[in-house]
């Protein structure tokens, strides 16, 4: 019988991992510590939780990088993205999902796998030496003694940045004769209709007077971890307004492509946007409003905004640590610990941001994890692709600090155009493009080639295995 790999933590990439191990053939063991021991962001017992937002982010596979990998994601027969695709909401261009039905979705399909197993339990060190193959895909919120082991197994410092998650609003208690649907310039997206979104409108004066409060609100105070950066792609909402006073309508509040339909005559300085959280469509969660004010002030301030005067919150805002290791030196290319090649990392302890990422290298490492229990080649994909772009940035893609020459920084990061190799705009009609057209043309030609060249690594995959 073949040995199992043991992959320890059953979130976004844990359960990609196993899934993908599993439907290689190969039997997998998943470690998941709750129930027996809770994390500061995790709210219930299923696998995948999503914590921090229901968001996938945009499903345009054309112009859009995270796009681009959830379509080769979905190639490779991802787990998540089809969960995701079943349990969708409305979200304009973005794919966003009832955040329970997703989570129960993953969970019911890896229990009914019969190459699974699932055992609830804290695995509080680096894996035994008998696991010869394992994954560590613990996420951001690792327990602390997991943390310890890692830092003691691999003489390596390990960094943490903060991460805020944002609340959530009862639909009923949203004042509709203000607010009003629309997406931004009426984009339609996965199962959307153009007005997927609560705006909520404020006046210049309505606006300032909302960031004054959020400058003088009371914060959570974190002492200990005092030094630790903020992720950039996930600042609490009164950390970027600390950034001047036009930051926030140029953020999540930026009033461009919508038109309030009680007064349409009537610009808005800011807009306020909220997302349907859940398929019954009674949640809304606050679009870029994570936050680390206490939870009175939360309260007393977001009922300041027009229509939310009588808000009822089914969760308010938190802040919690995320960890992860510095991955370009201590892993290799296909994810393997340098010191213990048997031990690979996934999802965001390496250093990838976002669920969608986080899920992606979860797929990369259960591929390349039953290749190897298999005895075949683990095959990366290449640096063209969006796993190729990722998988790089992770295990190389870092760059030299500039304080500190010849030391080399590496920071969280999702996926983008930027970590793709360059390619050349097509010329049109034998004409030269310019500006934001030859940007979205560089874009489409960039997502051609990934989605050719991974189809290409697949079918390479699936014909070795077939060989042997």
């Not at 040995?3 to 190969?26: D, Q, R």
């Not at 591929?367 to 075949?376: C, D, I, S, Y």
Request: net charge negative; glycine share 10%.
């Amino acid at each position: 019988m073949t040995k199992p790999i043991h992959i320890i933590g059953g979130g976004l990439a844990g359960s990609e991992a196993a899934w993908t191990a599993a439907e290689a053939g190969v039997p997998v063991v998943l470690h998941e510590m709750r129930p027996v021991r809770g994390t500061d962001a995790h709210q219930t017992q299923s696998l995948a939780e999503l914590v921090c937002s229901n968001s996938f982010r945009s499903d345009d596979a054309e112009t859009n990088a995270v796009g681009l990998l959830h379509a080769e994601m979905r190639l490779a027969g991802s787990l998540i993205m089809a969960c995701g695709d079943a349990h969708q909401v409305p979200a304009g261009g973005a794919l966003a999902v009832d955040r329970d039905g997703f989570s129960a979705a993953v969970t019911a399909r890896l229990e009914a796998h019969p190459l699974i197993e699932i055992r609830r339990e804290e695995v509080a060190g680096l894996p035994p030496a008998e696991w010869d193959q394992a994954i560590v895909a613990t996420g951001p919120l690792t327990s602390p003694a997991l943390a310890e082991a890692i830092l003691a197994g691999t003489g390596a410092d390990s960094l943490a940045f903060f991460d805020a998650i944002a609340p959530i609003v009862h639909f009923e208690s949203i004042d509709m004769d203000v607010c009003w649907f629309q997406s931004r310039y009426d984009k339609v997206g996965p199962g959307g209709t153009g007005k997927d979104y609560i705006n909520c409108p404020l006046d210049r004066a309505q606006y300032e007077a909302f960031v004054q409060a959020l400058l003088d609100g009371e914060k959570t105070e974190f002492k200990e971890w005092e030094g630790t950066p903020y992720f950039d792609g996930c600042l609490p909402i009164e950390v970027m307004a600390e950034r001047g006073p036009e930051t926030l309508r140029h953020g999540p509040m930026k009033p461009m492509g919508l038109t309030n339909a009680h007064r349409p005559e009537v610009k808005a300085y800011a807009v306020v946007q909220l997302r349907q959280d859940n398929a019954l469509g009674t949640l809304y969660n606050m679009v870029g409003f994570q936050t680390k004010l206490k939870h009175g002030e939360q309260t007393r301030i977001f009922r300041t905004i027009p229509g939310l005067e009588r808000a009822e919150f089914a969760r308010l805002g938190g802040l919690h640590r995320n960890t992860y290791i510095n991955s370009p030196a201590l892993l290799d290319p296909t994810l393997r610990l340098k010191s213990r090649p048997g031990l690979r990392f996934a999802g965001q302890i390496t250093g990838c941001e976002g669920y969608v990422e986080s899920a992606a290298i979860g797929l990369l490492a259960g591929r390349f994890a039953a290749a190897e229990r298999l005895g075949r080649a683990a095959l990366a994909p290449p640096p063209t692709t969006a796993f190729g772009a990722l998988l790089g940035h992770i295990t190389g893609g870092h760059i030299a600090s500039d304080d500190e020459p010849g030391k080399r920084s590496f920071q969280p990061m999702n996926v983008n155009f930027g970590l793709f190799p360059p390619v050349e705009a097509p010329k049109t009609e034998g004409r030269r493009l310019r500006g934001k057209e030859k940007t979205l043309a560089k874009k489409r030609a960039m997502t051609v080639r990934a989605l050719a060249d991974c189809r290409i690594w697949l079918a390479r995959a699936t014909t070795a295995q077939a060989a042997e």
